[in-house]
């Protein structure tokens, strides 16, 4: 089922800051930023060759990132996202296993406009869970 490793994703609380450390700091190759109001935050993406940094800032007033940003101030390692190739047989063989889709269990479009999916943090050992149709 698990495919590459699309993205590994930080919760930051200024994403012009954090931008510009990657940007500046890092010599990386950033993304402009792009508000996605669907899943309450704003997103770039850094390009590291083997996969993606995620950069993720809070938008609007209830930001799913919003709790975690107040547990870690400073930010953090949000989640990681797997690519799958058919992401409704994914989920329908997890949930056979027990495993808990977040939402109402149906895929919203992701930052690449594809289907994607999340999974509860407590079924994988404390590390949320993002699944990405290839
Ligand atoms: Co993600």
């Not at 799958?84 to 992701?110: E, H």
């Amino acid at each position: 089922m698990l495919g590459r490793l699309n993205h590994v994703a930080l919760a930051v609380p200024d994403l012009t800051a954090a931008v510009a450390v990657y940007r500046n700091t890092l010599g990386a190759e950033v993304t402009e930023p792009q508000a996605l109001p669907e899943h309450g935050v704003t997103v770039v993406f850094v390009n590291v060759g083997n996969t993606k940094i995620e950069l993720l800032e809070p938008l609007g007033e209830s930001s799913p990132i919003a709790p975690f940003l107040a547990k870690n101030p400073s930010g953090g390692m949000h989640h990681l996202c797997y690519e799958v190739d058919d992401i409704l047989a994914a989920r329908d063989q997890l949930m056979a296993a027990g495993a808990r889709v977040l939402g109402d269990g149906n895929p919203k479009t992701g930052a690449h406009g594809k289907p994607v999916l999340f999974l509860h943090p407590k079924d994988f050992f404390g590390t949320l869970i993002e699944l990405e149709q290839s």
